[in-house]
């Protein structure tokens, strides 16, 4: 049976201010908080469990003489094996640390050709992406497939009466804790025994989450270490 995803990011926000103020009127001082409150919980979510459903494949078209290209903006790790290139036929791409890369280039300067390895940057200070360098530098127009965990798409700038929908890759068992996760960033405002009903309630949707990336294969994953 299909699952329809009601949930806006309206609803969610009434739900946390009833859990906070006891009403759903939604208090104009805390709007902003609580959907960035309610972000936290889903990158949390999908940090934790790296679940199958955040699984995608991002395409890289090469241009000749280019060695460094971004990465998509949801980009969070890379699936093991997750680059590979299509040079008829599919190879995988081997990773390398950067220190190992740099020496690549300075012992083969200027070399071009097909790609057999790659580094992952960390996120660029400016435009804060993660970017991905190959060698040898491309020579020619290549797709180079990214097999990568996604974050969750972002809902800290909705505002209210914007018609925006939570994530529909997130299980109905989880966007119904959100609230829950969310309320914990205000624990000013409740009480020892609220907090401690919101923390069991979004702990056993994690272990849910958690159980069900694992027989997926996700939570097994370790990921692989970036390069600065």
């Not at 018609?163 to 405002?189: C, E, N, Q, V, W």
């Not at 923390?199 to 272990?207: G, I, L, P, T």
Request: charged share 20%.
């Amino acid at each position: 049976m299909a699952v329809t995803y009601i949930y806006l990011v309206d609803d969610l926000v009434k739900r946390l201010n009833m859990m906070l103020f006891g009403t759903t009127t939604i208090d104009s001082v805390y709007d902003t908080d609580f959907r960035w409150a309610l972000e936290l919980a889903m990158v949390e979510w999908a940090v934790e469990t790296r679940p199958q459903d955040l699984t995608t494949t991002g395409t890289i078209t090469t241009a000749d003489g280019t060695s460094e290209y971004s990465l998509p903006d949801d980009f969070w790790e890379l699936r093991p094996a997750g680059v590979r290139i299509n040079a008829s036929p599919w190879y995988t791409l081997q990773p390398i640390p950067k220190p190992t890369f740099q020496r690549y280039e300075l012992d083969g300067t200027g070399t071009t050709g097909t790609p057999t390895h790659y580094v992952l940057l960390s996120r660029n200070a400016s435009s804060a992406e993660f970017k991905i360098r190959f060698y040898p530098t491309p020579n020619a127009i290549l797709s180079i497939k990214v097999d990568y965990v996604a974050l969750p798409t972002k809902i800290r700038d909705t505002t209210a009466g914007d018609g925006t929908y939570i994530d529909k890759r997130l299980p109905p068992a989880l966007i119904g804790a959100l609230p829950s996760r969310a309320a914990m960033s205000f624990a000013h405002l409740l009480d020892a025994a609220q907090l401690n009903a919101c923390a069991a309630r979004w702990a056993d949707a994690m272990r849910i989450s958690k159980d069900t990336a694992i027989k997926q294969g996700g939570a097994q994953i370790i990921p692989e270490p970036m390069s600065d």
